[in-house]
Every structure is written in structure tokens, then in C-alpha cells.
């Protein structure tokens, strides 16, 4: 089993940024990709951004693509995803995932074998 636990979010102005944390735990090692989700009210949850576990290969929704950037520290097993330029379209419940495939640093369906618990980014206009 893989743990994830998210925080950062919270409530910001149009145009202000917001860093997200994933700090993840137990059997890491099955882990190949790292990514975040978000699902907004009413709406069914998308992908936004993945990164390998190892390596340098990074992937964007393209609604985020040059506002959101995907990193990682593995001295301290958490992924980060710094979010720039925010837009109240970017209002949701944002997830982070963990998963044994290459599915979210590469085009196609996106899959997770473990979600955190998800936390709140609201964007005021």
C-alpha cells in the first residue's frame, strides 16, 4: 500500500499562486508515477499534471500547461505542484495520485492505483 496526504490548498484571488504537497509513504517503491487530479462541483474528476517517480518526464492537462508546474523531492518522498497565474475555472477539490504505470507522463487514459485525500483550491474572481 501507498499513503498520500495532500495540503496547501486553500482560498486565493484570480491571478495569485498556491503550492500544493504530496507527502507519500509505505511500499514507494511500486510507485512509477506521481500526478494531481481535480474534480470541480458537478463535474467529473480530470487529470492535471503527472511526473515519473524517477527521471525527468512530465506531463500537463492542457488547461494548466505554462501556469502549473509538477515537481518532486525524493529526499523527502512529496510532490509538489506549484500553481501560478490561478483562474476561478481552477476551483476544485485537487487529488493527488500514485500510480504502477507510465499512464500520467504520457498521452491517452489516464489511471491511479492510490489517491490522497484531496484538498480544497477555491479562486475568487
Known amino acids: 500500500q501507498v499513503q498520500l496526504v495532500e495540503s496547501g490548498g486553500g482560498l486565493v484571488q484570480a491571478g495569485e499562486s498556491l503550492r500544493l504537497s504530496c507527502a507519500t509513504s509505505?511500499?514507494?517503491?511500486?510507485?512509477?508515477?506521481m500526478g494531481w487530479f481535480r474534480q470541480a462541483p458537478g463535474k467529473g474528476r480530470e487529470f492535471v499534471a503527472g511526473?515519473?517517480?524517477?527521471?525527468?518526464?512530465?506531463y500537463y492537462a492542457d488547461s494548466v500547461k505554462g501556469r502549473f508546474t509538477i515537481s518532486r523531492d525524493n529526499a523527502k518522498n512529496t510532490v509538489y505542484l506549484q500553481m501560478n497565474s490561478l483562474k476561478s475555472e481552477d476551483t476544485a477539490v485537487y487529488y493527488c495520485?500514485?500510480?504502477?504505470?507510465?499512464?500520467?507522463?504520457?498521452?491517452?487514459?489516464?489511471?491511479?492505483?492510490?489517491w490522497g485525500q484531496g484538498t480544497q483550491v477555491t479562486v475568487s474572481s
Open positions: 495520485a500514485a500510480d504502477r504505470t507510465i499512464s500520467m507522463v504520457v498521452p491517452g487514459p489516464k489511471s491511479a492505483d492510490y
Open positions: 509505505g511500499r514507494i517503491f511500486s510507485i512509477y508515477t
Open positions: 511526473i515519473r517517480w524517477s527521471g525527468t518526464s512530465t
